[in-house]
């Protein structure tokens, strides 16, 4: 694209753009390799919760199969706690490791005293419901009375240290499954601990919400390998006529193969080894933002008309830029916010004050696109192009079937999440995150139709020497075929005219001067 920077501001946005990126390179350097089915605890501190202090381990949705094991396993567990804590007389400083189906989430906890619910048992309590003061309230569950899972961790009487003994749980069903580490003893309020635990499920390390993904990913690569080859097909076909919107397409295109295939790989290498490489991981995201980043600014382009209506895009050209460079920032550090680092299958609060940026970023530029859209289509109106015309108007109509589909997948979303607060839809939720990547590819595949390249890619140029064409040179479309009639009559009518030009001389003069 004919894009030109402009000087005034360019200082501004510089410090802007510096600012940015430093915050993207401190995310990076501060973050740890990525774990999520391997849960790494590096001196994590127990916080108060009612009655009790605990801290939690995870939460992951885990398959379980007869031909393979499903477990939870916990490796080099160690927990610390103060001087004041040590109680030399006696053999105190319980903890208790509770594992819990989201099924069984109320069988942990004693009923509501005193205006609050009790993780732990009170005097009180013990006489309601017959639980063993302070220690964790736990009901067996309906479906399996072993269940939920509490291991008892016991300090000796001097020490300010324990390690937990290597331990794995079998999970024989499947469904969401929580790890809390709890001590209900008032000393052990600075309690901290260490180690990592490993959630396997049959086919690998991946989350049960992330594991359909790996094949959703290959499915989306094949799409691109498939719509790529149609299109390059017409490229090198047609390669002497190709449009600059064109090459932008082309682009796309590629960015979005490669982004699947990154993601694809992403997976399987989290899939195998439970951990995910902070640098591959940050640059499927970095490809990932690049790959909206110029999506949407080729809507956006397209909608200006640029390349049809205009040649350049003028003044707009430095906003566009800096509207493309502040979308890609606040994209980046979403998802960096979002992938990079450990991953449960319970999304973080903290994800909520980078989503409404990229999403006021988004309904700006939705505004912006149907603003210029409009505009296009007046001129040409004005101009009375009627095959430009017919098309910016298939265009305008995908653009708005997206936006709609957008909005009600939106709405979708946030019932789905408000009807499941703990995630017990876990198999069922990439398809939330497959949506957004499916609806994209739509929007590309119709933007390809209409723009595909063909002999007549040319007709369709912005020209300041021939303006508009008139109808009946706009009659062939896009996409190419011959125009009605018998291209051999055309060029008789010409040379018949070009005869007679020396006659009609004096009034082609007169026609130009008017």
């Known amino acids: 694209m004919d894009f030109t920077f402009q000087r005034r501001g360019r200082g501004r946005r510089r410090r802007l753009t510096d600012l940015s990126l430093l915050l993207i390179l401190l995310t990076l350097f501060n973050s740890t390799p990525a774990h999520a089915s391997i849960h790494i605890y590096r001196n994590e501190i127990f916080r108060e919760v009612g009655n009790a202090f605990l801290l939690s381990g995870g939460s992951e949705g885990i398959s379980a199969s007869p031909s393979s094991r499903s477990f939870i396993r916990f490796e080099n567990i160690t927990f610390w706690r103060s001087e004041a804590a040590v109680d030399k007389k006696h053999s105190n400083g319980l903890i208790q490791v509770i594992i819990f189906e989201a099924a ?77 580490f709890v001590a209900c003893d008032p000393k052990l309020k600075e309690l901290v601990m260490s180690g990592k635990t490993v959630w396997k499920s049959p086919d690998g390390y991946l989350p049960g919400r992330m594991a359909p993904l790996m094949k959703f990913y290959v499915f989306m690569a094949l799409a691109y390998v498939l719509i790529g080859v149609i299109w390059l097909t017409q490229y090198v076909r047609f390669w002497k006529d190709i449009l600059q919107l064109q090459h932008c397409i082309t682009a796309v295109i590629a960015i979005g193969l490669f982004e699947m295939i990154l993601w694809y790989s992403d997976y399987v290498n989290f899939n195998n080894t439970g951990m995910r490489p902070v640098f591959l991981t940050t640059l499927v995201v970095t490809v990932g933002a690049v790959r909206k980043t110029v999506s949407r600014l080729l809507i956006l382009t397209v909608s200006m008309g640029y390349g049809v209506v205009r040649p350049t895009l003028g003044g707009l050209t430095s906003k566009v830029l800096l509207l493309g460079i502040t979308f890609f920032l606040a994209t980046e550090l979403l998802n960096i916010t979002e992938f990079v680092g450990t991953i449960n299958d319970v999304s973080g609060r903290a994800r909520l004050f980078l989503v409404l940026p990229d999403a006021f970023l988004d309904a700006f530029l939705i505004l912006w696109i149907f603003t210029s859209l409009s505009k296009t289509l007046e001129q040409l109106q004005t101009k009375r192009s009627s095959v430009k015309l017919d098309m910016y108007r298939k265009f305008s109509n995908a653009l708005a079937v997206t936006v709609i589909a957008a909005v009600a997948w939106i709405a979708y979303e946030v019932y789905f999440k408000a009807t499941d607060p703990f995630n017990e839809k876990w198999h069922s939720a990439w398809i939330i ?82």
């Not at 989430?105 to 017959?130: F, H, V, W």
């Not at 937990?164 to 069903?173: A, F, R, S, V, W």
């Open 104 to 180: 069984d989430r109320n069988n942990i906890g004693g009923s509501a005293y005193g205006g609050q619910r009790s993780i732990c048992c009170t005097p009180d309590l013990a006489k309601m419901e017959g639980c063993k003061q302070g220690e964790v309230i736990r009901r067996p569950s309906a479906a399996d009375v072993n269940w939920p899972i509490v291991i008892n961790v016991h300090f000796r009487r001097n020490s300010l240290s324990k390690n937990m003994d290597y331990k794995e749980i079998l999970i024989t069903k499947t469904g969401m499954y929580n790890l809390f």
């Open 433 to 514: 995150t497959a949506f957004w990547d499916i609806l994209a590819f739509a929007l590309l595949s119709v933007i390809c139709y209409l723009w595909a390249p063909s002999q007549n890619s040319q007709r369709y140029a912005y020209s300041e020497k021939l303006g508009e064409e008139s109808d009946d040179e706009e009659s062939q479309s896009l996409t190419g075929g011959k125009p009605e009639g018998d291209i051999s009559l055309v060029n008789q009518e010409e040379k018949s005219g070009g005869s007679t030009g020396d006659s009609d001389g004096e009034d082609t003069e007169e026609d130009k001067r008017e």
